[in-house]
């Protein structure tokens, strides 16, 4: 498998970043000092390489109609600068991919999870027989960069020299840094505030460099995926795919429930109406000793209910915190839970995420 490198890659090495490979990727894991890039997150304001994610461009008269009668969520009503999450489920109602569905006015971008363009491309394309839709993968040809923490808004506001006020989740502008052309899209990182700032390839470093001269630290993979584990936000590959249901993910603020047929739709309102959700993805916190790792069988009073998918370690205290699969009964805040050979009380379940409450 080819790596690929972002359009960030040059930058991020002129500022002693450390890389490694992330999925098909060569990203920067840090950029020297991992416990300040987690508390600029936390207290001030960090610039993320999110060019991982894939991006697809969908224009003609039938996209949103299409994507409609395809996914979970209502987004055929979506005007120019809103948006909205979707899954686009199999007949059997498991996860194809979560796709953030915004619409920009001129075209409609789909992003997707990490390496999932094509997958979703392919998906979409079996199921256009005479609608007006064109797809069109963008990833290559652009660069999204994350601005997450509390400063963020104000930091983007700058550079951008626009009112972000107003800027609801999931809603976009166009915007115009330095006089080069940018997307800007509100996407909270979990309860922490967050933008996109989708860029062309050739104007990415140029950008970048803007943020870091207003103060932004830059943050790696080792840092953003304590972030996100800490969050209870799930990842394609790990929490996500065609292994899950969006019930089980916790996805229920991406499903309408009451939009019409969708693929996989009777699956899911079966589940929902009838309470068959066998397992559910929990939080966990995990002692900072334990020899635990992912993809290691929970228990629960002896017996296996599950296992543990995300495991990271926080840098500035050294906690362990996870995320996995149990079944429905030890799904409950504050019970614990073993490691299969390993203490039976060892591992609190600390949370439910619920991406879109």
Known sequence: MTTLRTPIHKAAEASGATFGQWRQWEL?????????????AKEGVVLHDASYLGRVKATGADVLDLLNRLSTNRVDHLGPGEGAPTIL???????????????????????????????????????????????????????????AGPKARGTLETLTETSLGDLGPFRSLPASPGGLEATVIRMDIGARPGFHLMVSAEDAEAIWKMITDLGATPVGMEAWEALRVEAGIPAYGKEMGEAYNPLEVGL????????????????????????????????????????AQEGDKLTYEGKEVGSITSLARVPTDGRLVGLGYVRAHAAVVGIRLGLAGGDDRSIEVSGLPRLFS
């Open 252 to 291: 229920i603020g991406s499903i309408d429930f009451d939009k019409g047929c969708y693929i996989g739709q009777e699956v899911i309102a079966r589940l929902d109406t009838y309470d068959k959700v066998q397992r559910t993805l929990v939080s966990l916190k995990v002692p900072n000793d334990a020899k």
């Open 28 to 40: 920067p894991l840090s950029y020297g000092d991992v416990k300040a890039e987690y508390i600029s």
């Open 89 to 147: 489920t199999s007949e059997r109602g498991r996860i194809i991919d979560l796709v953030y569905t915004l619409n920009l006015g001129p075209y409609v971008l789909l992003l997707t999870s990490p390496g999932a363009e094509e997958t979703v491309m392919q998906w979409l394309d079996k199921y256009t027989i005479m609608e007006d839709s064109t797809l069109e993968d963008l990833t290559s040809r652009t660069t999204l960069i994350t601005l």
